[in-house]
């Protein structure tokens, strides 16, 4: 009698939030829920944490109870627009579904150190989570929202039937006990071992199998690191069934802000983080720097290809560092410049910067403020064409310009990005500025046919811009257009507002004109600058000139300086990351004596008209 009484008892671990008790979770053992008590006291988020013994016949009894300082931050769901659907309990276990969990609650599974894979199989974590008043009821109303209207119904018959799928998920929960052979072959034989094992499973089972595997061996690990490198230790290049599967966990377990801090560790400011994840994402982390081992080995895993989603979980950190409002160093606006542009340069692929219109919008909106001006953010003009600035070529340009027009902040100034968009083709002089190595040039024109319709480019601009390519000399067109273009409706891109003023620029017989050619031009080393110089203290982009919104510009992106003389004027010596005004005519310096250089003297001027 007495050990069927034992049996029955339970331990309840009971918080108060905002004034109400609310239970965290039941524990058949003592032990178990004091540790809980403890662990949540030192969370400090609540201001009362104790233990209740309930006994078979509902008696309870507080054998513990202790006060905190806490209270003040309570967990609620996070807001998103967007979910995976599920019409069957099993499909809770897939990798989508897993992720619109982990973004809907990343608060609660932040304050857990865990993560869906861990908990979905796990009976009590259930138990707890459904009595999680602040969590659970607005979770599953979220969630009924965003899906009612892909299957037609109201949001209250949608809600309900999540109710019974979570009912269903505690019931597997409480038999998963059957899927312990399959733990065991993922410990012994690795992902192919456990594959081998479930291949006689039917497939609608296998997510189920799977995370349960994962789960089991990821809850040995409390921190987060622990975890990236459990999981890296099971991949195995070139399988690649293999590599997705390690792909999906390790994106679920790095896609949020606590871990992220967890891995760089040593970060001293907001830039160097999120350089350091710029370094992972191309797989080039310095392993002379302090970063944590388990970022390094991510850093290597991902520079061998094949992890999308890691990518994606990283870019979305990245991106949600710099809509933040926390300054990007701790030494003032002129460091903040610099390592934004290190970041924006660290950023661009051919055809626009990675993350798509997500990012650019969020580079945008902070560059408008990492490049204030007097205490004054940029313009949204002007940031737009600094950013430009930064692409060597026009398919960059043209890529950040249409997708920044798809984003929401930059519909509102779709009309001056369409500009943009139509200056940036009439410059386009050959294919090899909008084909990618290795992409068929065919697939680049339908890509730009599709990218400038999702950027809301009226249809007959759109189709007047793709007909530009027509222009491109034959040896050219050849290479890009596999059958001759059908007539379409054109627009006069003359017709378009243009920019009044002019800047020429000449060295060496050579001259640039802006904007005919372009709204910048670099001068430096490197072979793909405007105007070259065969100077050794010269930089490889060593200085830039620029027609923006507001007049010309010159900027300074040189380790050695630039002098910059104006005709009556004085000499002045600009330093890396300086933008100044030009207007008149004058001369850029470049050049070191010390060296035995002769110093390269650059003509500009400042012209009104067309």
């Not at 505690?170 to 034989?189: C, E, F, H, I, T």
């Not at 392993?287 to 081992?293: A, G, I, K």
């Not at 627009?491 to 005919?516: A, E, M």
Request: proline share 4%; net charge neutral.
């Amino acid at each position: 009698m007495a050990m069927s009484e034992r049996r029955s008892m339970r331990f309840e671990v009971v918080v108060e939030q905002g004034g109400k008790p609310n239970i965290d979770g039941v524990f058949d053992d003592e032990k178990a829920a004091t540790e809980r008590a403890v662990y949540l006291l030192r969370l400090a988020k609540f201001p009362v944490v104790r233990v209740v013994k309930v006994s078979g016949s509902g008696k309870e009894e507080t054998i513990f109870q202790k006060s905190s300082s806490g209270g003040g931050k309570l967990t609620t769901i996070s807001t998103i627009d967007d979910c995976n659907l599920c019409t069957d309990v099993l499909q809770v276990f897939s990798f989508e579904s897993r992720m619109t969990l982990l973004r809907l609650l990343r608060g609660y599974w932040d304050d857990q150190g865990v993560i869906p894979t861990e908990q979905l199989h796990r009976y009590y974590p259930l138990r707890y989570f459904e009595r999680e008043a602040l969590l659970f009821n607005p979770s599953v109303t979220r969630l009924a929202a965003l899906q009612a209207p892909m299957l037609g119904i109201k949001p209250g018959e949608r809600y309900d039937q999540i109710i019974r799928m979570f009912t269903a998920l505690k019931d597997l929960a409480q038999n998963s006990d059957v899927l312990a052979p399959y733990d065991q072959a993922l410990a012994r034989g690795g992902i192919s071992g456990l594959l081998a094992a479930s291949i006689d499973r039917p497939a609608e089972e296998r997510d189920r199998i799977i995370t349960h595997a994962f789960g089991s061996m990821l809850e040995q690990h409390r921190e987060w690191g622990a975890k990236v490198q459990a999981v890296l230790r099971l991949h195995e290049e070139g399988d690649a069934e293999n590599t997705r599967l390690v792909d999906e966990f390790l994106a679920e377990i790095i896609d949020g802000r606590e871990p992220i801090r967890a891995l760089i560790g040593y970060a001293p400011d907001l830039a160097s983080a999120l350089l350091a994840l710029q370094a992972t994402l191309r797989g080039d982390l310095d392993d002379r720097l302090p970063n944590t081992e388990a970022l390094l080995a991510l850093s290597n895993a991902v520079g061998g290809g094949g992890f999308k989603n890691v990518q994606t979980a990283l870019l979305n950190r990245l991106r949600g560092g710099l809509e933040g409002l926390n300054p990007l160093t701790r030494t003032g606006s002129a460091s903040d410049t610099k390592a934004f542009q290190a970041i924006v340069d660290g950023m661009i692929v051919f055809d626009g910067f990675m993350g798509g219109p997500a990012m650019a919008e969020a580079l945008t909106k902070r560059g408008k403020i990492a490049w204030a001006v007097g205490g004054s953010d940029l313009s949204f003009e002007d940031t737009v064409l600094r950013l430009s600035s930064r692409f060597g070529a026009s398919a960059g340009r043209l890529g950040f310009l249409l997708d920044l027009a798809t984003s929401d902040f930059g519909r509102r100034k779709v009309s001056f990005l369409i500009q943009r968009v139509a200056e940036e083709f009439n410059q386009i002089k050959s294919a090899a500025e909008l084909a990618a190595p290795g992409v068929p040039i065919q697939d680049v024109r339908e890509g730009l046919g599709r990218r400038l319709r999702a950027a809301g480019i009226p249809r007959a601009l759109a189709d007047g811009l793709i007909a530009k390519i027509a222009t491109i000399p034959d040896e050219q067109r050849s290479l890009l257009l596999p059958s001759p273009p059908r007539q379409l409706e054109t627009v006069d891109i003359r017709s378009l507002p243009r920019v009044s003023l002019k800047i020429s620029v000449t060295y060496q017989g050579k001259t640039v004109i802006l904007p005919d050619q372009g709204t910048e031009v670099v001068i430096g080393r490197a072979a793909e600058c405007g105007i070259v110089l065969d100077h050794a203290s010269a930089s490889r982009r060593h200085v830039a000139i620029r027609l923006e919104a507001s007049g010309g510009v010159v900027e300074d992106l040189s380790r050695n300086g630039t002098r910059l003389l104006v005709a009556g004027g004085n000499t002045r010596q600009l330093t890396q990351g300086e933008v100044v005004s030009l207007s008149g005519r004058g001369e850029l310096i470049i050049g070191s004596l010390d060296l035995g250089e002769s110093p390269a003297r650059i003509g500009w001027e400042v012209t009104t008209g067309r």
